[in-house]
């Protein structure tokens, strides 16, 4: 068995716009993140990250080693280095002053040092699939190659330049053109829909049933089953309306984790709230699943890319331990499947989704300890 021991987040209800850019837009972001970043000196990556690396869970992972031991870095779309290159000049606009210390591999080996000795250092760019796909990295380490104890810190900085004109070329995100006409950021909606960008990132550690059971740790969730697919697909950005990717996802993680469809009682969607996402995951869902609710937290802390899978995973493992599922934000139909209203977390297993440009959709079920 495979549990979830440590865990710490950072994500921010804290909305603004951004009036000085190609595609003004509000975006949850936190504001400090972004000082002195024309010194060349800060990456604001690395800042967002600084937010969930608790010194003294670090410190104790240090003072607590264990057998195998792996660092997964997932960083979603890009490497940091030169991600903010654009020729204007917006607030959010720097250039980095030393390149190398800002590719992710090199980043990964600097902070999986100060979480002690490591077997295995790696990253992943799975777009915004990243943190819920290495699920099934974390599975295969400790299942199948003898680890004892997998990392993961995950962190995208999704409010910079490049992809908030990436998202806006798309036509992806929430304008505030859009919202000056009364648009609201939901999903599976039919008047309300998008997204913001956000900032936000989350470190977790797994570990085996006898490094728990050793240290005397009382666990906080079991990772049950992990999976990840593609679709069959002609365009690298687009969906499979009819939801092949998730499906194939949500049938290899439950067939994995030996699970069956009436045992999943909640889900934590993808939620983008976009046309293609919202028919691709309730095909998927209502085609693979029974009785369950659905949440999104997109609407309520943004989208933040790479990290977004596992750190909203993590924010609904704390609300259904304070007894809610919550409700998706901005619906304006009664919906008792995808929530309109907050409801009291029915008994059973929960799934996490996450899909990711290039053609990449991921599951992952939890058992609440």
């Given at each position: 068995m495979i549990y979830l021991t440590h865990y710490r987040t950072a994500s921010t209800e804290n909305v603004e716009?951004?009036?000085?850019?190609?595609?003004?837009?509000?975006?949850?972001?936190?504001?400090?993140?972004?000082?002195?970043?024309?010194?060349?000196?800060?990456?604001?990556?690395?800042?967002?990250?600084?937010?969930?690396?608790?010194?003294?869970?670090?410190?104790?992972?240090?003072?607590?080693?264990v057998g195998k031991t792996a660092f997964i870095l997932a960083g979603g779309n890009a490497h940091f280095a030169g991600l903010n290159q654009r020729e204007y000049n917006s607030r959010l606009t720097y250039n980095y002053r030393f390149l190398p210390f800002t590719l992710t591999q090199v980043y990964a080996g600097r902070?999986?040092?100060?979480?002690?000795?490591?077997?295995?250092?790696?990253?992943?760019?799975?777009?915004?699939?990243?943190?819920?796909?290495?699920?099934?990295?974390?599975?295969?380490?400790?299942?199948?190659?003898?680890?004892e104890r997998v990392i993961v810190?995950?962190?995208?900085?999704?409010?910079?330049?490049?992809?908030?004109?990436?998202?806006?070329?798309?036509?992806?995100?929430?304008?505030?053109?859009?919202?000056?006409?009364?648009?609201?950021?939901?999903?599976?909606?039919?008047?309300?829909?998008?997204?913001?960008?956000?900032?936000?990132a989350a470190l977790a550690v797994f570990e085996s049933h006898s490094v728990a059971e050793e240290q005397s740790i009382t666990p906080h969730d079991r990772l049950v089953g992990a999976y990840s697919a593609?679709?069959?697909?002609?365009?690298?950005?687009?969906?499979?309306?009819?939801?092949?990717?998730?499906?194939?996802?949500?049938?290899?993680?439950?067939?994995?984790?030996?699970?069956?469809?009436d045992e999943i009682k909640i889900v934590k969607t993808h939620g983008t709230g976009t046309a293609s996402n919202n028919k691709a995951e309730k095909?998927?869902?209502?085609?693979?699943?029974?009785?369950?609710?659905?949440?999104?937290?997109?609407?309520?802390?943004?989208?933040?890319?790479?990290?977004?899978?596992?750190?909203?995973?993590?924010?609904?493992?704390?609300?259904?331990?304070?007894?809610?599922v919550p409700a998706i934000e901005n619906r304006t139909e009664t919906d008792s499947v995808f929530l309109s209203e907050s409801t009291t977390p029915p008994d059973g297993l929960i799934m996490s989704l996450a899909a990711g440009m290039g053609n990449i959709y991921s599951a992952a079920i939890f058992k609440g300890m």
């Open positions: 716009l951004l009036d000085d850019i190609v595609y003004p837009q509000k975006v949850n972001w936190f504001p400090d993140t972004y000082n002195r970043v024309k010194s060349g000196l800060v990456y604001v990556p690395h800042k967002l990250a600084e937010k969930v690396l608790d010194p003294e869970l670090l410190a104790y992972l240090r003072e607590n080693p902070i999986a040092q100060s979480c002690g000795d490591m077997d295995m250092v790696t990253t992943d760019a799975s777009a915004c699939a990243s943190s819920l796909k290495v699920m099934m990295d974390v599975v295969n380490l400790i299942d199948f190659y003898d680890y810190l995950t962190v995208e900085d999704g409010v910079s330049n490049a992809v908030l004109e990436f998202f806006g070329d798309a036509k992806a995100v929430l304008t505030q053109k859009q919202e000056d006409l009364g648009i609201k950021p939901s999903a599976f909606d039919s008047v309300n829909f998008g997204f913001r960008v956000g900032q936000g593609s679709e069959r697909s002609t365009n690298a950005i687009g969906q499979c309306e009819d939801g092949e990717g998730f499906i194939k996802a949500i049938e290899g993680a439950m067939h994995y984790g030996n699970v069956s469809p095909n998927a869902l209502t085609q693979t699943l029974k009785a369950f609710v659905a949440t999104s937290y997109k609407q309520k802390i943004g989208h933040t890319m790479g990290s977004s899978g596992l750190l909203e995973t993590l924010l609904l493992l704390d609300d259904i331990k304070s007894g809610v």
